[in-house]
Every structure is written in C-alpha cells, then in structure tokens.
C-alpha cells in the first residue's frame, strides 16, 4: 500500500486513475505533457540563441566601426 501512495504522489499529476486501489498510469496523458513540455523548452531556447545571436551581431559591428574610424583616422592624420 505504501508503494501505491508513493506512486501516486510522484506520478499523480499526470492524470492517472485508481480502479479498484490500483492505480493506472496514463501512458497517452504523460506522452502529451512531455511533447508540450519540449516544445516549451525549444521555444525558450530558441528566444535565447536569437538573442545572444543578435547581441554578438550588434558588438561585432561596433568593433568593426571601430576599426574603420581608426582606419579613417590613421588615413587622415
């Protein structure tokens, strides 16, 4: 009885039922939750790799304006 309540309580948020004190563990309910917990992960990681892509973007730029202005500036003087 011990092991049907721990069970329960590890895996009791993932829609299983009790039939007759034994519980059923819902295979197709746990497949779904996983999917939507991965596609909640990708879209997180994709959010974060644009970011950081656009930030090294924008710092790489300004390094190379940098470059020029010293370039310009060696040119001129």
């Known amino acids: ?5 721990l069970i329960y309580v590890i895996i009791g948020p993932f829609n299983g039922i ?5 519980f059923m ?3 197709g309910d746990f ?3 996983l999917v ?3 596609i909640l992960v990708v879209i997180v990681a ?4 644009v970011i950081r892509k656009f930030s090294k973007r924008s710092k790489q ?3 190379i304006e940098k470059k020029l202005d010293d ?3 060696n040119k001129d003087g």
């Open 61 to 63: 730029l300004d390094r």
């Open 46 to 49: 994709l959010v974060v790799l």
């Open 1 to 5: 009885m011990e092991y049907v309540v």
């Open 18 to 22: 009790k039939q007759g004190g034994v």
């Open 25 to 27: 563990f819902m295979w």
């Open 36 to 38: 939507f917990l991965i």
């Open 31 to 33: 497949i779904v939750q």
């Open 71 to 73: 370039i310009a500036a």
